[in-house]
């Protein structure tokens, strides 16, 4: 008896190693796990460092917000960097300009038409596959439906990126939802979306900051350099905005950024290509170039 106790005691470890052996190899099987391993092994590599610059006062000038959401400057105002999340749903500020993508029924804020057009045409250049959306924008009773079906996994009406027409859900023919990230197209876009101004917006291991698990085939607009930062940081959308200083200006490439709150904006006179987006915590994000 006590020699039947013995074996099994040395059995039991060396069968659950066993199991975990296969299935470790089960996983490192498959084309996701694969990608997914080998993609953040990379990624930890990159870096995209944002210097901290000064402007000389006497070029910084005070742009009234008022006079930018009213067209009167030169000045782009979209809502491209607005955080849109059961902590922040979407503000009266927020404006959204929804096109329908090469009439298609697809429907997406301006400022992302060009940019999927280029995504999706790349996609199919280096992997055969065409990319479809499954979901875009959706109206406020669309995501009260869709929140009272289930309540576990659709957001909360005005928490949903999808009602800012900044988000598409993507996916092939065969590959959709989990399955996305087994095709060649999932895994590019995944690795690509950054240049054209896309995130992963629920990356992997983030549920605790975003409140929303991994989906590979979400992604949402935020436009560069700031999809090229928070890429090659391994940054949720929450961690970016937060992480910049409020009245600093960053260098990052040849594009400054600055996050400012108030009623007027303070933008060096010599800046071109400005775009100024709320974030939807009541500050406001300026992006431009010196040239
Ligand atoms: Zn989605």
Known sequence: MRNKNTIAKKLIPAVLVMIVVIIMIELFHRPDVLFIVENTWQQKSL?????????????????????????????????????VNAEY??????????????????????????????????????????????????????????????????????????????????????????????????????????????????????????????????IRYVGLPHSEIIYKKGLTLEEYIKGLELGSYYKFKNYYISRQQGESLLIPSNFTGIVVSPDNTGCYIITGRIT
């Open 47 to 83: 870096s995209a460092e944002m210097k901290k610059v000064n402007f000389n006062k006497n070029i910084l000038k005070p742009v009234a917000v008022l006079d930018i959401k009213k067209g009167k400057t030169a000045v782009i105002y979209n809502s491209t960097l607005s955080l």
């Open 89 to 218: 749903p979407i503000g009266e500020e927020l404006v959204f300009k929804l096109v329908d993508y090469k009439d298609t029924g697809v429907l997406m804020d301006e400022s992302v038409v060009d940019n999927y057009a280029k995504l999706s045409a790349e996609v199919e250049k280096h992997t055969g596959d065409h990319l479809f959306v499954m979901s875009h924008y959706r109206n406020d009773q669309v995501q009260k439906a869709l929140y009272e079906q289930d309540k576990t996994k659709a957001a909360l009406p005005g928490a949903s990126e999808h009602q800012t027409g900044l988000a598409l859900d993507v996916y092939v023919s065969n590959y959709a939802g989990a399955g996305f990230l087994k095709s060649s197209a999932g895994q590019f876009v995944n690795k690509n979306c950054w240049k054209y101004g896309f995130i992963i917006r629920y990356p992997l291991f983030k549920k605790h900051i975003t409140g929303i698990r991994f989906e590979p085939w979400h």
